[in-house]
């Protein structure tokens, strides 16, 4: 079964960079498209950014294009979003899930939070 465990989050001002992991500790999601989600205080979770299994093809929120880049290394049961030009709007708890179709995510991560002061 999907365990996903999410780290890398932290505290960094306005341009600096983070990367998260999202690590499978069930060892199994090699065959899953996965996502990042954000959740800011107040608001709705949002899709950051998707990738197949191959790590052929990758989907970003327009809000992450150019600046965030999602990868996985199946071998290390492990997908990652590299951010970088970190904007205080940025600010969220981060989460990782398996997408199983465009409108249904589960196994869903604890989360790690990020935060950006200008």
């Known amino acids: 079964q999907v365990q996903l465990v999410e780290s890398g989050g932290g505290s960094v001002q306005a341009g600096g960079s983070l990367r998260l992991s999202c690590v499978d500790s069930g060892r199994t999601f090699s065959s899953y498209t996965m996502a990042w989600f954000r959740q800011a205080p107040g608001k709705e979770r949002d899709v950051v950014a998707t990738?197949?299994?191959?790590?052929?093809?990758?989907t970003y929120a327009d809000s992450a294009k150019g600046r965030f880049t999602i990868s996985r290394d199946n071998a290390k049961n492990t997908v990652y979003l590299q951010m970088n030009s970190l904007k205080p709007e940025d600010t969220a708890v981060y989460t990782c899930?398996?997408?199983?179709?465009?409108?249904?995510?589960?196994?869903w991560g604890q989360g790690t939070q990020v935060t950006v002061s200008s």
């Open positions: 899930a398996v997408r199983f179709t465009a409108t249904q995510y589960g196994y």
């Open positions: 990738i197949t299994w191959s790590g052929d093809r990758t």
